[in-house]
């Protein structure tokens, strides 16, 4: 076993090593822009477009005429909310989504509240979970859009897309989903869970940075977009710039892997994820889950840690790649807002830890991390007042402080 450990596969993967071997003609030999219509490097280039391009609306049970190319999930959800805002205006001025979306959902409808739309941020239940009843009754005959992501990426919760797919459905409205944590790790079906635009990205599932894709329902209904990026009309004129042909070679690559190994991979990574949560828990007390215990993507634990700053923990697990439930601001440590919607007090969202588990991720390494969180667990509740106070008996809601 290798140190440092790599367990934050929420954040990005490692590439897998047939994804580069199969990126790799593509940047010295079929170097050629996809674009280029009169020699043999356009064309050749073209073919490996195409192909990558079958592989990876497979992934996601759609048809390959159906997918745009883009940067990432970022530019995927950018371009989803507001090419929609901006092609349908005639039709309704109001969004729905929720308040444990990615940044890049959150983010995107609050630059569209200030530019007059009318958003509608959806709770969720204590467990991270969506409740359809209230995407009904958010809906109005203004509503253009429903935005709700496949599964987090904080505490893996799996939204019920599939009743929100057919709500949004029932109503003529547009479903949106951010499926970047989903995609390659659980069965994605855009008929079937009625999805009519979808973000995803290579580089969450061993595949490489910077390239994503925005699937684009073709018919029942046809969607239409107004693009952000204008040129020269690549991807059906809605996503101009000259294709990143090895990137999205390397997209397909990865999606052929997925498809053909997801059903193995996702068993071994319950098994894996619940001998690390078993480990942990059956020998520390006061550990929290964070998220619904099943509804849940296969390599995700989330665990609160009482009386333990996430963030000491971190630096005492230096050889360990992890994520704490802390958001690094300018100045401030914020909660996560994911943990905070779940209703989760900021002393225990601060006490949290991500654990994100992979391709690459063996049981060994699950061991070492298990013993070490174990250890430095302890050590720093053995140094904490508060921890010791708790252990008397004391109530630390009955304390009064003293400033000085
Ligand atoms: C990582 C992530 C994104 C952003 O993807 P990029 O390709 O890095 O821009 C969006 N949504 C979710 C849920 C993610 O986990």
């Excluded at 409808?109 to 709770?123: C, D, Q, S, W």
């Excluded at 987090?152 to 029932?170: C, F, H, L, R, S």
Aim: charged fraction near 25%; aromatic fraction near 6%.
């Amino acid at each position: 076993m290798k140190l440092p450990i790599y367990m934050d596969n929420h954040s990005t993967t490692r590439v897998d090593p047939r994804v580069v071997d199969a990126m790799l003609p593509y940047f010295t030999v079929h170097f050629g822009n996809a674009a280029s219509r009169n020699h043999s490097f356009g064309w050749d280039a073209d073919k490996g477009v195409e192909a990558a391009r079958e592989k990876v609306a497979k992934i996601i049970a759609a048809d390959s005429r159906e997918i745009i190319f883009t940067s990432g999930a970022t530019e995927s959800n950018n371009l989803a909310l507001k090419g929609v805002v901006e092609m349908y205006a005639e039709k309704g001025n109001h969004i729905i989504t929720q308040v444990t979306e990615h940044r890049s959902v959150l983010d995107t409808a609050k630059r569209l509240e200030k530019a007059g739309i009318n958003v509608t941020f959806l709770p969720v239940d204590k467990d991270g979970v969506v409740n359809p009843d209230d995407v009904i009754k958010a809906i109005t005959d203004k509503t253009i859009l429903i935005s709700i992501m496949l599964v987090n990426n904080e505490i893996g919760v799996i939204q019920p897309v599939t009743e929100i797919g057919e709500i949004a459905k029932d109503r003529g409205i547009l479903f949106h989903c951010d499926a970047t944590q989903a995609v390659g790790k659980v069965r994605v079906d855009v008929d079937m869970m009625g999805i009519d635009l979808l973000s995803f990205t290579a580089h969450k599932f061993y595949g490489p940075k910077g390239i994503g894709a925005l699937y684009m329902r073709k018919k029942n209904p046809r969607v239409r977009l107004s693009p952000m990026i204008d040129g020269g009309g690549h991807e059906r004129g809605v996503r101009s710039g000259t294709l990143n042909v090895p990137g999205i070679v390397g997209f397909g690559k990865a999606c052929e892997i997925a498809e053909d190994e997801m059903a193995d991979e996702s068993e071994r990574l319950v098994k894996l994820r619940e001998r690390l949560r078993l480990g942990i828990m059956n020998s520390l007390e006061e550990v929290y889950l964070n998220g619904h215990p099943s509804r849940r993507m296969p390599g995700n634990l989330n665990l609160s840690f009482a009386y333990v700053e996430g963030e000491s923990m971190l630096m005492g697990l230096k050889e360990i790649a992890l994520s704490s439930g802390s958001a690094c601001t300018s100045a401030t440590l914020e909660p996560s807002y994911v943990l905070s919607a779940l209703g989760v007090s900021a002393e225990l969202a601060h006490s949290s830890i991500r654990f994100g588990l992979g391709r690459f991720n063996t049981e060994e390494e699950v061991d070492y991390v298990i013993k070490r969180v174990i250890e430095t667990v302890n050590r720093l509740r053995d140094m904490s007042p508060l921890y010791e106070m708790a252990k008397e008996g004391i109530n630390l809601k009955d304390v009064s402080w003293k400033k000085d």
